[in-house]
């Protein structure tokens, strides 16, 4: 078997001052902006029902970033599994992009599986999607595979990525 080869993930994209934003655990009348953050941000969006059914499960963390008018501004879902886990999804809205809501949300999905003694995180990412690829790499994750026409509308290859967790206590 010949061992995989990915390219290096891109540098991050520069950012401007960070948007004030709180993280809590996400809510079930935050499902309407999740929904509609979704719809604007993936070409093949989640609807509004996948958020709710995730919420009612114990293995799922779904988190929210919400400015000082309650607004919500961007979403991370992360699923848990044994010493695993993987970011499902995350995104912000428009305006928030590039103000540091989705380095926020992605540095606390890591801290939560820290604390759960999570050793690796996975995701999947478009390979046309330097800029998000830049923010992984930036947090630690790296490329590990490839996932052929995964994604659709557009049909396109994911990357898979891992950030690899090395508790406190080691």
């Known amino acids: 078997m010949t061992p ?6 891109p540098a991050p994209f520069p950012t401007s001052d960070s948007l004030p934003v709180t993280l809590r655990r996400a809510r079930v009348a935050d499902v309407p902006s999740m929904a509609v953050i979704e719809s604007g941000a993936f070409s093949d969006p989640w609807p509004a029902s996948a958020f709710q059914a995730l919420m009612a499960r114990d293995y799922v963390i779904t988190t929210v970033a919400v400015d000082d008018g309650g607004s919500v501004r961007g979403y991370c879902v992360l699923l848990r599994a044994a010493d695993e886990a993987e970011i499902a999804n995350i995104a912000t809205e428009p305006s928030a992009r590039r103000q540091g809501v989705a380095r926020r949300l992605l540095a606390h999905a890591l801290d939560i599986a820290r604390a759960e003694e999570i050793h690796a995180v996975f995701l999947e990412v478009r390979v046309s ?11 630690g994750f790296e490329a ?6 995964y994604y659709q509308y557009p049909d396109e290859d994911a990357l898979v990525l891992r950030c690899t967790l090395h508790p406190p206590y080691l």
């Not at 995989?4 to 993930?9: G, T």
């Not at 590990?144 to 026409?149: A, F, L, T």
Request: aromatic share 4%; net charge positive; no cysteine.
């Open 4 to 9: 995989l080869s990915v390219d290096p993930l």
């Open 129 to 139: 999607n330097r800029a998000a690829q830049g923010l992984y790499g930036s947090l």
């Open 144 to 149: 590990v595979g490839r996932r052929k026409r």
